[in-house]
């Protein structure tokens, strides 16, 4: 990624967010992929700061509603802001789930379920490589 954007909603190419994106993270964000269960990079990240998009820069969550949900992605139980996140139903293989994606560039983050801790009990379910950490 070669800096944040400032635009409010990019409207990019797919080629230009090949361009600007590594494979694995075009996959996720870009076609909806999902990373491998316990092989994110921020997986395990314990420190405090603020997790970004990684294909917009737009903050996402803080490492103080993140929590070890032992699915094997990092899980939040609330965002930095309920805008900056968009929630959209999905169905495959006959199971009913909740996307959730950037509000800004439209990237594809996880999905949220309804298990998680107090206070929200929400468990924001997110690929590591749809985020970018960044200390305070
Ligand atoms: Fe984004």
Redesign the pocket.
Same mark, same amino acid.
């Given at each position: 990624m070669t800096g944040h954007?400032s635009v409010k909603e990019?409207a990019l190419s797919e080629e230009e967010w090949r361009s600007r994106l590594s494979p694995d993270r075009f996959h996720v964000?870009r076609e909806k992929g999902t990373e491998r269960p316990f092989t994110g990079e921020l997986l395990k990240n314990k420190e405090k700061g603020t997790y970004? #998009? %990684?294909? &917009? *820069?737009?903050e996402?969550f803080s490492s103080e509603s993140k929590f070890d949900s032992g699915s094997g992605w990092p899980s939040f139980f609330q965002a930095v802001k309920m805008e900056n996140i968009h929630t959209r139903k999905e169905s495959s293989l006959g199971v009913v789930r909740t996307e959730i994606? #950037? %509000?800004? &560039? *439209?990237?594809h983050l996880g999905h949220v379920f309804d298990d998680g801790p107090a206070p929200t009990s929400l468990r924001y379910c997110v690929n590591s490589l749809s985020l970018e950490f960044s200390h305070p």
């Open positions: 954007m990019p964000l970004h #998009c %990684a294909g &917009c *820069g737009l996402l994606l #950037c %509000a800004r &560039c *439209g990237g």
